[in-house]
């Protein structure tokens, strides 16, 4: 219990840099262990489906909390959101001509295995868990070529 008592008095900065010290060590020591790298994509697949959660209860957190007659600056966010989203949509367009890509899917279900075992299993569950919603949608299973958009 005192253990406990005295890492949490540590500040949270330091705790984070100790995690990331520690992991590199393990990693490079030991990188057949792949308990650490289970870990490790579990904490940033829980980081990546908490976000947007996160996003949102604190914009719903801060409309509520809004005076009656209050000054707000949402026209100035809703401009900022929109200009944002259209350059991040001009910028994958453009990417796209620029780097034009070909996807090839196979059809066949021949190479697909069953799990290595139980801890495969786990880790394939844990991880679906916190996916974000586009990982988690169904491949199309037909053959099919595209040269880009």
Do not use: C, Q
Request: no cysteine; charged share 10%; glycine share 8%.
């Amino acid at each position: 219990m005192e253990l406990i008592r005295k890492w949490n008095e540590i500040s949270l900065v330091k705790r984070i840099i100790l995690g990331l010290i520690v992991g590199a060590i393990l990693g490079a020591v030991v990188p057949a262990l792949s308990v650490i790298a289970i870990l490790g994509d579990l904490f940033v697949g829980a980081l990546k489906a908490l976000a947007p959660m996160l996003v949102f209860f604190i914009v719903m957190n801060a409309l509520a909390h809004l005076k009656k007659g209050g000054k707000t600056n949402m026209s100035t966010v809703v401009v900022l959101y929109l200009i944002g989203t259209f350059l991040a949509a001009l910028t994958a367009v453009v990417a796209s001509f620029a780097f034009p890509s070909t996807l090839l899917l196979d059809a066949s279900a021949g190479d697909m295995a069953a799990p290595g075992g139980i801890g495969e299993v786990l880790k394939n569950l844990l991880m679906n868990a916190v996916s974000t919603p586009s990982l988690l949608s169904p491949a199309p299973t037909t053959s099919a070529s595209s040269p880009g958009p």
